[in-house]
């Protein structure tokens, strides 16, 4: 048995990129290369004026065509990531009782701020243990539904499906947006970060918002509710109309996310991304499937993600020692979610990722097992 520490993995076995977390997640060097070659008109400048707002307005028209969004759906954004979208939906977007599909650590989040708001009657919490789907139900006393597209705790994905009635929709997309294919005319407030499958940096939420949630907005927005201004939808909605944000943003990230999302529909969009995604999946859970030690975390192929892939591990290895080895070999990123606590790999599916270098991260894998043993 050799030490974690002294392993080397030979040269011809690494992937090309090394990044394989689910977020900050692996981000094209063609992007990265289109930024530094924009850098001298657009880092630093104003985002009150025609360069970046025309940049917020592509990104804004493109993910629109890249979710398909029926007529009359907007997008809007602002800053602070999808955790500061869930305290602004909590102001602006639901009404007083939501329902919450708890599924992980993502859902259980949200759950946790609608809970605490003080102005909101008490959510109704469909919870499951970690692995399994929560599902949304019909209840006459809910405005509101929660969920996640895909649970990025888990590597859980789930259809979005719209219960009988009207109450919103609001789907936590962060992991899914641009790599999962969806009805997005099943949904009234479809949100993400482009940290994940957008391949950009963090700090920025997007909403793609249908007319009912842009109508729920404005009605909450003028009512006497008390909402911090960071928070308040209102102004995120009258802002991202003038394709700006109501504070400076990260104007790389813009620029990052625009790159990506151009590359995924100049290439044929959602089909062609999640085509990429199921390729994904199938290099990784094909090896893990087929491996003495090793298996997919989610037995249930219909919520298995395509996205975030969670592999476990017989207790003869230890997968902690594996992604301590990998890391010292610089293949980044491949622990487990820390709380989740199991003996598991957590890898990154993101559309970004080539499928060459997951079918080399499987021989790493492989080679890393069998120095440990
Ligand atoms: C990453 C992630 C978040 C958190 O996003 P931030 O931009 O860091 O706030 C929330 N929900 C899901 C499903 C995620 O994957």
């Keep these: 048995m050799t030490s974690a520490d002294a392993i080397t993995i030979p040269a011809d076995l690494l992937p090309s990129d090394s990044r394989f977390g689910c977020g900050p997640s692996k981000v094209r060097q063609e992007a990265v290369d289109a930024l530094a070659a924009a850098g001298p008109t657009y880092l630093g400048t104003s985002h ?17 065509e890249m979710l398909v969004l029926p007529d009359g759906y907007e997008v809007l954004l602002g800053n602070g990531g999808t955790t500061a979208f869930w305290d602004a939906a909590t102001f602006h977007l639901i009404d007083d009782r939501a329902q919450m599909a708890v599924m992980g650590e ?21 919870s499951v243990d970690p692995g399994q789907a929560a599902m949304l139900s019909a209840n006459a006393e809910i405005d509101t539904y929660c969920t996640v597209h895909n649970e990025t705790s888990t590597g859980v994905a789930i259809d979005p499906v719209r219960p009988d ?6 789907v936590d997309a962060t ?25 950009s940096d963090g700090g920025l939420w997007i909403a793609a918002c249908s007319p009912a949630a842009v109508e729920r907005i404005e009605r909450l927005s003028a009512s006497d509710r008390w909402c911090p201004a960071f928070f308040d939808l209102g102004i995120a909605l009258t802002n991202s109309r003038k394709d700006q944000t ?8 813009i620029f990052l996310a625009l790159e990506q999302v151009n590359w995924i ?40 993600s395509h996205v975030v892939a969670t592999i476990d591990f017989d207790d003869k290895v230890d997968a902690n020692a594996i992604a301590a080895t990998l890391r010292n070999n610089n293949i980044l990123d491949t622990e487990s979610y820390r709380k989740l606590g199991r003996n598991q790999l957590r890898i990154s ?22 120095q440990l043993a």
Excluded: M
């Excluded at 993502?106 to 109704?124: C, I, Q, R, T």
């Design 349 to 370: 599916l993101f559309p970004a990722i080539e499928t060459d270098d997951l079918v080399a991260l499987t021989r790493c894998i492989d080679h890393v097992i069998e």
């Design 106 to 126: 993502f859902s259980s989040k949200f759950a946790n701020a609608v809970d605490a708001a003080p102005h909101l009657g008490a959510p109704e919490v469909v």
């Design 265 to 304: 529909n100049n290439n044929g969009g959602i089909n062609w991304s999640a085509g990429r995604c199921d390729a994904n999946a199938e290099a990784i859970y094909g090896w893990a499937e087929a491996h003495e030690l090793a298996s997919p975390f989610i037995a249930d192929t219909s919520i298995r």
């Design 175 to 199: 992991s899914a947006a641009g790599g999962l294919r969806f009805d997005a005319s099943a949904t009234d407030c479809y949100y993400f970060a482009p940290q994940k499958c957008l391949a």
């Design 246 to 253: 109501y504070n400076t943003p990260a104007l790389a990230t």
């Design 165 to 170: 009635g009207d109450g919103l929709v609001l």
């Design 48 to 64: 009150r004026k025609a360069t970046v707002q025309f940049t917020v307005a592509a990104l804004r028209n493109s993910i629109a």
